[in-house]
């Protein structure tokens, strides 16, 4: 299982070592794992910047983010990150130049000439955050996933309004629903939120699918936690070899599904990705609009 870090860090020279540095942190941080580190920087397909930058957050397993100096893009990335409710670990220097709304977060405070230093409070730091965003029971998945009842994935748009979607989740869900079907629902972004409120509430046969194990949102957190919901980590799961798909969650929604449902809100790019994979690949699906 690979597990992937991204970090967020200004594009000037004077950060190469730092980042360097960062990644040695990384890859010491979590021994027995298998963990990625990668910059912006390090990807060279074409396409828009900002559609890599979201790619790249949505696939990572937790972030890493240098806030020296308030560089613009730094911020955006950062806040985005935290929006995604992705793990993200501040490190810093002049840290009491940084604005309020940072300093109420924990920073790790670093000096070039002492990168050594940053090393070691760095692997700290991921370790327990990690430990904290953590699912640490995987409850098992019920026998009935090998069956031959109705097996129904969703997902959708990651940001929407939270009462919008609460009322399509219900009007698009409810026809399926006291029919046996097992349900694999994402646990990021809104629309998985209220998918898993919505199905549990109704004592569905529900089982959440995380990209990893630390891809919980806090609400999909404390459901899974609070109401033992089985749980996938989709980059523990095997897939044929050779098969693609934009994440490994959306080809375990496509193996094992009979129909999947989104909800997307007509703008978000990665739920647009997956109408076009899903339709590709010949599922059943059924889009609902937010």
């Not at 409810?174 to 998918?195: H, M, N």
């Not at 109401?227 to 969650?249: M, N, Y």
Request: glycine letters at 6%; one cysteine or more.
């Amino acid at each position: 299982m690979i597990l992937k870090c991204f970090v967020i860090m200004p594009f000037a020279a004077e950060f190469d070592e730092v980042y360097k540095q960062v990644q040695r942190a990384v890859q010491d941080a979590m021994p027995g794992e298998d963990i990625v580190c990668n910059h912006l920087r390090d990807v060279k397909s074409a396409g828009s910047i900002t559609e890599d930058i979201v790619c790249s957050l949505r696939d990572a397993a937790f972030c890493i983010a240098d806030v020296t100096g308030n560089n613009p893009n730094v911020m955006w990335e950062t806040g985005y990150a935290m929006a995604l409710g992705k793990p993200t670990i501040l490190i810093g220097q002049d840290v009491g130049k940084l604005p309020f709304d940072l300093k109420v977060h924990r920073i790790l405070s670093y000096s070039r000439e002492e990168l050594s230093l940053l090393i070691k409070d760095l692997n700290t730091s991921i370790r327990q955050t990690l430990s904290r965003y953590e699912i640490k029971s995987n409850f098992p998945a019920p026998d009935s996933i090998k069956g031959d009842l109705l097996t129904i994935a969703v997902t959708g748009s990651m940001e929407a309004e939270s009462l919008r979607i609460s009322r399509r989740i219900e009007s698009v869900l409810t026809p399926y629903t006291d029919r046996g079907a097992l349900w694999f629902c994402g646990t990021g972004g809104s629309v998985d939120e209220a998918a898993l409120v919505y199905l549990s509430s109704k004592k569905e046969n529900v089982v959440a699918v995380a990209y990893n194990r630390f891809d919980f949102s806090e609400v999909s957190r404390r459901l899974v936690q609070d109401k033992h919901i089985p749980f996938l980590d989709a980059s523990a799961e095997s897939v044929p070899k050779g098969t693609k798909g934009p994440t490994q969650r959306d080809i375990l929604f496509c193996m094992k599904a009979d129909l999947i449902i989104l909800l997307w809100d007509g703008e978000s790019r990665g739920t647009q990705e997956l109408v076009q994979y899903f339709q590709e690949q010949g599922k059943n699906l059924l889009i609902g609009f937010i």
